[in-house]
């Protein structure tokens, strides 16, 4: 079966600092990969996505960056933090298949002080 | 674009009450829907899908029956308890595009 791994679950870094979150996927190829943020009380925002290794469609601009270094890994980066990068970050697949559901990590409490 | 609406929570019912979470959507195409449920410091967990008018999505006790002649997909559910105190997300997804989320909807069930 499909697993998702999302880490770390939580990390408070200082405004300024760069950051790296990783999400891995196992059990399936070429899946579509995801990365979402919810702010406190808040719904969800689409931040990228990815079809394929190397392919990276960002919806929102910011100091925030994607990548796919492999089919099943996807990471979501920053070289300077803000404060109003703070909150909650999503990891999620799809099969490669029309209209299929998203399947999500644990998510990652991120605190930017 | 294609976009979900869903009620403004909070949503506070006492145990064994009736829930009832609306839901509707505006998409190009024929999209699938969907509701997610999110957990206190959790990520999102599919809660149920339908993928085209008239079918029926269940898990949990929970329903949600597609709609296309009033384009909506609410959520039901005969008697909750406390313990399906969560975030309700709805979400279509129409062809290849990127799953699109309501903005969510807090339910609290009380004892």
């Known amino acids: 079966s499909q697993t998702i791994h999302q880490w770390p679950a939580t990390l408070v870094q200082p405004v300024g600092s760069p950051l790296s979150l990783e999400c891995t996927v196992e059990?399936?190829?070429?899946?579509?990969l995801y990365w979402y943020r919810q702010a406190a009380g808040r719904g969800l925002q689409l931040l990228f996505y990815?079809?394929?290794?190397?392919?990276i469609s960002s919806e929102v601009p910011q100091n925030l960056s994607a990548s796919r270094p492999q089919d099943r890994q996807f990471i979501l980066s920053s070289k300077k933090l803000l404060l109003s990068d703070s909150g909650f970050y999503l990891c999620?697949?799809?099969?490669?298949?029309?209209?299929?559901?998203?399947?999500f990590g644990n998510g990652t409490r991120l605190t930017v002080t | 674009g294609d976009s979900v609406t869903q009620m403004e929570g909070p949503v506070t019912l006492s145990e064994e009450a009736f829930l009832t979470i609306n839901c509707t959507y505006t998409?190009?195409?024929?999209?699938?829907l969907f509701w997610y449920v999110q957990y206190p410091g959790e990520g999102l967990q599919l809660l149920l899908k339908?993928?085209?008018?008239?079918d029926k999505g269940s898990n949990k006790g929970f329903e949600a029956t597609y709609r296309k002649e009033t384009t909506s997909f609410h959520l039901e559910k005969g008697s909750v308890q406390v313990s399906d105190s969560a975030v309700y997300f709805c979400?279509?997804?129409?062809?290849?595009?990127?799953?699109?989320f309501g903005k969510g909807t807090r339910l609290s069930v009380i004892a």
């Open positions: 999620a697949w799809s099969p490669d298949k029309y209209n299929s559901p998203l399947h």
């Open positions: 059990g399936t190829s070429n899946p579509n």
């Open positions: 990815s079809v394929g290794i190397g392919q």
């Open positions: 998409a190009t195409g024929y999209p699938s």
């Open positions: 339908a993928t085209k008018a008239d």
């Open positions: 979400a279509l997804i129409s062809g290849n595009t990127p799953l699109v």
